[in-house]
């Protein structure tokens, strides 16, 4: 199949820094940094932050139909199709913004920057040495298919197909974790749990209750491997697998990724991100296989323990608790598992624990199937893409 540079298909996009925050009615806009979006992902969950302290960096407006995809790092593979977003959304400079030009179909060349071969040609054409980076002019001299305007929205019909169905279960996945959130928030924060009308509160807690320490809950698993110790298909997972605010691990990569040792962990124990611990990356894993060493492997002490730590872990006061009492690094400040160990975690009897532990188990096991299913989608969408892009398969 013919190729042609990237240029003729997309602008890159440039705003002026002026337009954002003038006359805004919103309290909040829309901010998305490459922290709010994993590896390989398609779908937004962009962080919410107040007007006037978006960072500098933030001050450029996406529309809809806007390709984003990272400038740094590209190895990660980090990009985003922009759909329907909110008045003012704006992204960091660590993304570079693609707009189709009239001639192209927007999500053709979403996925035409998606496809493996982009993005390796991305990686090989990268400068730097810790954050490798590329410029405008290695982004323009890229090469896509040469393919009518037809072509194109057929290849975008077709795949976004499987992005559709994705995001469908996303959505899913948002209103299960919703659901345990607000149990865990009547029964742990509010004390209204069942019974709780004839119950005493002592100390600040129901009677019958005990305050714990999570250290006295569950504890910190440091089983290091190396690379030569791991399968080279074993799960992966990196802080870019672990979405912000979503307790549901549903991407991981492959132990041939990486090359320093790392934590090995096993399914249902949970990762806590602790670089800069106030991005909330906590999620519960559905897979053995290793970890970053910038994550904490958590395992509970006993099975009914599980729900309520995963809850408590996630849950906004203890990240901010966690992000208040990191220990400073020079850029990369970290949650201190000394300090997490000591929050307090009110501990209610062996039957109201188990009730609690029930309802949480039986939603991680519909989020378990979602991911799954979500991560087999992404494997076919993926393995069809470079077909389709070549020309291998004929649409």
Request: charged residues 25%.
């Amino acid at each position: 199949m013919r190729a042609r540079k990237l240029s003729p298909l997309a602008k890159f996009a440039t705003f002026n820094p002026e337009t954002v925050g003038k006359d805004y009615p919103f309290e909040e806009i829309e901010y998305i940094d490459i922290s709010s979006i994993g590896s390989g992902a398609s779908v937004s969950r962009p962080a919410v932050i107040p007007l006037g302290t978006a960072p500098s960096r933030a001050k450029r407006i996406v529309r809809d139909g806007d390709t984003i995809i990272a400038n740094v790092r590209p190895n990660l593979r980090s990009f985003l199709f922009i759909k329907n977003p909110k008045p003012n959304t704006v992204v960091s400079t660590g993304f570079t913004v693609l707009r189709a030009r009239e001639q192209a179909d927007p999500r053709f060349v979403f996925y035409a920057v998606t496809d493996r071969s982009f993005t390796e040609y991305l990686s090989n054409n990268a400068k730097g040495t810790s954050y490798p980076a590329v410029d405008t002019d290695t982004f323009e001299r890229g090469l896509v298919p040469d393919v009518s305007l037809g072509v194109q929205r057929r290849v975008g019909d077709i795949l976004s197909a499987y992005d559709d169905l994705i995001e469908n279960n996303q959505r899913r996945i948002k209103l299960l974790e919703e659901s345990a959130r607000l149990l865990y928030k009547e029964w742990f924060v509010r004390l209204r749990f069942p019974g709780y009308e004839h119950t005493r509160i002592i100390n600040g807690v129901p009677e019958g209750w005990e305050k714990k320490k999570l250290g006295d809950l569950c504890d910190e698993i440091r089983e290091m491997v190396s690379p030569q110790e791991v399968d080279p298909d074993t799960p992966y997972i990196g802080l870019e697998h672990i979405p912000r605010r979503s307790i549901t691990l549903s991407t991981w990569g492959k132990a041939e990724e990486v090359t320093s040792s790392k934590h090995r962990f096993r399914a249902e124990d949970i990762l806590f991100g602790k670089i800069r611990p106030y991005f909330h990356k906590v999620g519960i894993t559905f897979v053995d296989g290793v970890s970053s060493s910038d994550a904490i492997v958590i395992r509970p002490r006993r099975s009914t323990l599980r729900g309520l730590v995963l809850m408590t872990m996630s849950c906004d006061p203890f990240v901010e608790v966690t992000a208040q009492t990191m220990r400073e690094g020079s850029k990369m400040p970290r949650a201190d598992w000394k300090q997490m160990q000591a929050y307090l975690v009110p501990l209610p009897p062996d039957g109201l624990l188990s009730s609690f532990d029930s309802f949480v188990h039986a939603t991680v096991e519909q989020l378990k199937t979602l991911a799954f299913a979500n991560h087999k989608l992404r494997q076919a969408r993926d393995l069809l893409l470079p077909k389709l892009m070549n020309g291998e398969v004929e649409i």
